[in-house]
Each structure stands twice: as structure tokens, then as C-alpha cells.
């Protein structure tokens, strides 16, 4: 099964600034995803990361707020612009799945708090 | 993907089997079901996947009646690291997962 590193693994920023979080797989996969977790409540899922093309998001998150990168079949990453208090979170990244029925998995996640 | 239902918590002893059911009454006929683990501070770990009938692996058996209506996951004789929140959720090909809330597991001493 993938292997997933997230860097940072938390931070702490001050409102206003900037933040990317890298996700690194340790194969070649098709899919990659970003989510969100705020603590104590379930994972929303941010966007997915296409290979070659622009991310598509899912409704209430818009690329303005949270570029996404994905160079090659092993890396992306997540920007989190303009933060505010409201973005303490915990960004997980995903990769996996596919038609062959590969299971997705995650990474730790990126623990993040907004001064 | 089809809507999941599953109990917000459940509480058990050390040694105990464990049965988690999930409902998924609307589901696709191309969906699998799968089962996720979650501990604090970490993302969801994979524990088992299955279509139809019974899967079993070395953590845990999933039971899937011939309507695919539901499923139940079976955690044999469990312990004190067990207690984490179980993910049910339908996959379908490509489509990204999407996740209910799922159910606090809390095993007592």
C-alpha cells in the first residue's frame, strides 16, 4: 500500500499569511485528494489533485483560498492563502483508489493554527 | 454515493468481539463498502473492503448480506488499542471517498 508524507506535520501562523503543505507518495498514483478535519468531527474533502490540470474543487472551497499543485504522479501540494482563525484545521492528503479497486490511503495530516 | 448510517458510539470490554453495523440502503450496484480506523492525531488507516458476502483479513471480518443494503464489520476480541472512530463508506472507481461520521469505538479495561 502508498506510503504518504505530509510536511509540515503542524505549524502555527499568523493570520493573514500564507501556507503550503506538501504531500509526497512513495509510488506512482492516479489519484490524489486533499481533506479537511477539524477536530473531533469527520473529513471534508477539499478537492481533488489532477495530474496536468487545474484541481476541482468541491462546493464552499474555490482555488483563490487553496491552490493545489500536482507536478507528477508522486507529489502535490496545498496552499492555504489569506489565513484566518477560522483555517485551524488539520489538512490530510489522500491518494489511492482508482478502477482497480485500490484502496485510498492517507496521510498523517498537517495540524494547522491560526493566530 | 449512497448516504451511510451508523451508530454515533459504541462501548466495549477487552476481549470482546465487536459488531459494527453500517446501513447503506441506496447503494450503487458498482460500489464497494470499505472500512476505515481512525486514532487521534492520525489519518484514516484502511482495514477492509469487500462487495458481496464475507471478507475476512488479520484485523477484522466484513459481512455483506445479498441486498447490499448494509454491512457490519466484526473486530474479533478486542483491545484497549482498538478504540478509535470507524469509517463506513461506499467507493466507486475514482470518485473520492466521502465520510459520515462515523462511530466512537471506546473499549473498557
Known amino acids: 500500500s502508498a506510503v504518504i508524507s505530509q510536511k509540515p506535520s503542524r505549524d502555527i501562523c499568523q493570520r493573514g499569511t500564507s501556507l503550503t503543505i506538501q504531500c509526497q507518495v512513495d509510488?506512482?498514483?492516479?489519484?490524489m485528494f486533499w481533506y479537511r478535519q477539524q477536530p473531533g468531527q469527520s473529513l471534508t474533502l477539499i478537492a481533488t489533485?489532477?495530474?496536468?490540470?487545474?484541481?476541482?474543487?468541491e462546493s464552499g472551497f474555490v482555488i483563490d483560498k487553496f491552490p493545489i499543485s500536482r507536478p507528477n504522479l508522486t507529489f502535490s501540494t496545498l496552499t492555504v492563502s489569506n489565513m484566518s482563525p477560522e483555517d485551524s484545521s488539520i489538512y490530510l492528503c489522500?491518494?489511492?483508489?482508482?478502477?482497480?479497486?485500490?484502496?485510498?490511503?492517507f496521510g498523517d495530516g498537517t495540524r494547522l493554527s491560526i493566530l | 454515493l449512497a448516504k451511510t448510517t451508523q451508530p454515533i458510539s459504541m462501548d466495549s470490554y477487552e476481549g470482546q468481539e465487536v459488531n459494527i453495523t453500517c446501513s447503506h440502503n441506496?447503494?450503487?450496484?458498482?460500489?464497494?463498502i470499505t472500512w476505515y480506523q481512525q486514532f487521534p492525531s492520525q489519518g484514516p488507516r484502511f482495514i477492509i473492503q469487500?462487495?458481496?458476502t464475507k471478507v475476512t483479513n488479520e484485523v477484522a471480518s466484513l459481512f455483506i448480506p445479498a441486498d447490499r443494503k448494509s454491512s457490519t464489520l466484526s473486530l474479533p476480541r478486542v483491545s484497549l488499542s482498538d478504540t478509535a472512530v470507524y469509517y463506513c463508506?461506499?467507493?466507486?472507481?475514482?470518485?473520492?471517498?466521502?465520510f459520515g461520521k462515523g462511530t466512537r469505538l471506546s473499549v473498557i479495561a
Open positions: 489522500s491518494a489511492g483508489g482508482g478502477a482497480d479497486n485500490q484502496p485510498q490511503h
Open positions: 509510488s506512482q498514483v492516479t489519484m
Open positions: 489533485a489532477n495530474q496536468g490540470s487545474e484541481a476541482t474543487y
Open positions: 441506496n447503494i450503487a450496484t458498482n460500489d464497494y
Open positions: 469487500g462487495y458481496k
Open positions: 463508506l461506499p467507493r466507486r472507481g475514482n470518485t473520492p471517498l466521502v
